[in-house]
């Protein structure tokens, strides 16, 4: 084989390639404004982490989605044609990245999934422990799994960089068909996972349906998985494979910047509460700390013998009355106790401000 050969990148092509660089840098704006929002409140955790590194490995895709398309991706896979021969040489450099690319989908995939398995456990431990560790659990397993098939598809590996595979590997479409419908079955299961907890918070109708809504942006990849499974029959790995695998590598990308945004948006919320208070009153309230004030260290504050919870910082906690404001749906105080058990001991009420203070009343 002689070296690569560029080809002209395509207008298809360059229109993906702009598409998932224009989510993907979206998605780093999220995830820097989670990770400053984390650092000034409670202090960053294993979420923040995990949705740190799922955006740096969905970036790589872009150089994959690049790799492939200058190599030729986008191109008819023609006997005929004048390139052929040039297309015939990449086809393996190709066919690689493609090795490479698939199994970066997956640990993406899984970073972004405990990553939001992770913030379930922390804001609804109580209610959802055992569902989590469950979901966790067929998760760590999915991961491994299709990472070592996908791996081992061929015995030597390297056949999967050639058309040529005479009785030696399984079946790479119907593996690629098992690997997204059972992503999109997890997808579903993180998030149906919150919802009942969250229609059952002590908190307004309005402000369930917006929690319960940044959970259901998750649907939109699950959308993108159904999508990706019919375009995989679309896909013709021996007869063109460079002619018909532009979208389904476009669409790996769009669903892992989609996937990081939708699990980034709802730690955004303080920024929104703050935004929302200071046009809504002269009161200097924030829903995490201004620089320069100390954030809770340490054990947590107890009143009787039941801890604070900080970390339900995200979802607003101050009620609306305490500005003046009437509760026109009927449901009482928006204060929220994401765990479900009492905060305090039952001639005690616990009021936990979006400065983090802590008040007996």
Same mark, same amino acid.
């Given at each position: 084989?002689?070296?690569? *050969? ?10 993906? @390639? ?16 989670? @990770? ?18 799922? /955006?740096?490995? #969905? ?8 790799? *492939?398309?200058?190599?030729? *991706? ?18 393996? /450099? ?8 698939? @199994? ?21 431990? *109580? ?29 030597? !590996? ?50 369930? !349906? ?57 730690? @955004? ?5 703050r935004w929302r208070q200071k046009h809504k009153? #002269? ?6 700390? %201004? ?5 809770p260290t340490g054990n947590l504050p107890t ?19 305490? %500005? ?10 928006s204060q929220v106790n994401l765990t479900g ?6 001639? %005690?009420?616990? %009021? ?5 203070? !802590?008040?007996?009343?």
């Amino acid at each position: 084989m002689t070296a690569r *050969v560029n080809f002209p990148i395509t207008d298809g092509a360059r229109d993906a @390639l702009i598409g998932i660089s224009f989510l993907w840098a979206i998605n780093g704006f999220v995830v820097f404004f989670r @990770l400053l929002g984390r650092f000034r409140g409670v202090g960053i955790d294993v979420d923040d982490v995990l949705a740190l590194v799922a /955006f740096l490995i #969905s970036g790589a895709t872009i150089g994959f989605n690049a790799s *492939v398309f200058v190599s030729g *991706v986008g191109y008819d896979y023609d006997p005929t044609a004048p390139y052929f021969a040039d297309l015939n040489n990449n086809l393996s /450099f190709m066919l690689k990245i493609t090795f490479i690319f698939t @199994l970066f989908y997956i640990w993406a995939l899984i970073a972004l999934k405990i990553s939001q398995l992770w913030f379930y456990y922390r804001a609804f431990s *109580v209610q959802l422990k055992v569902w989590i560790y469950i979901v966790g659990a067929i998760i760590a397993v999915w991961g491994i799994v299709m990472s070592l098939v996908f791996t081992f598809l061929c015995t030597p !590996v390297n056949l999967q960089w050639t058309l040529n595979r005479p009785g030696k590997c399984m079946d790479q479409i119907a593996v690629l068909k098992s690997i997204i419908m059972s992503n999109v079955l997890t997808d579903l299961m993180i998030v149906i996972l919150p919802m009942k907890t969250v229609w059952s918070l002590q908190m307004r109708t309005t402000e369930k !349906v917006a929690v319960a809504g940044c959970f259901a942006i998750g649907l939109a990849c699950v959308i993108i998985g159904i999508v990706r499974f019919w375009q995989i029959y679309v896909i013709d790995l021996l007869g063109n494979f460079t002619g018909t695998s532009l979208t389904t590598f476009m669409l790996c990308s769009v669903e892992l910047m989609l996937a990081g945004i939708c699990i980034n948006i709802p730690m @955004l919320r303080p920024f929104y509460i703050r935004w929302r208070q200071k046009h809504k009153s #002269s009161g200097d309230d924030s829903s995490y700390p %201004h620089a320069g004030s100390q954030r809770p260290t340490g054990n947590l504050p107890t009143v009787g013998s039941a801890p604070v919870n900080y970390t339900a910082a995200w979802i607003e906690l101050d009620d609306d009355k305490e %500005h003046g404001e009437v509760d026109s749906n009927g449901d009482g105080s928006s204060q929220v106790n994401l765990t479900g058990t009492p905060a305090v001991a039952p001639n %005690h009420s616990i %009021h936990v401000s979006t400065k983090w203070k !802590v008040e007996r009343t």
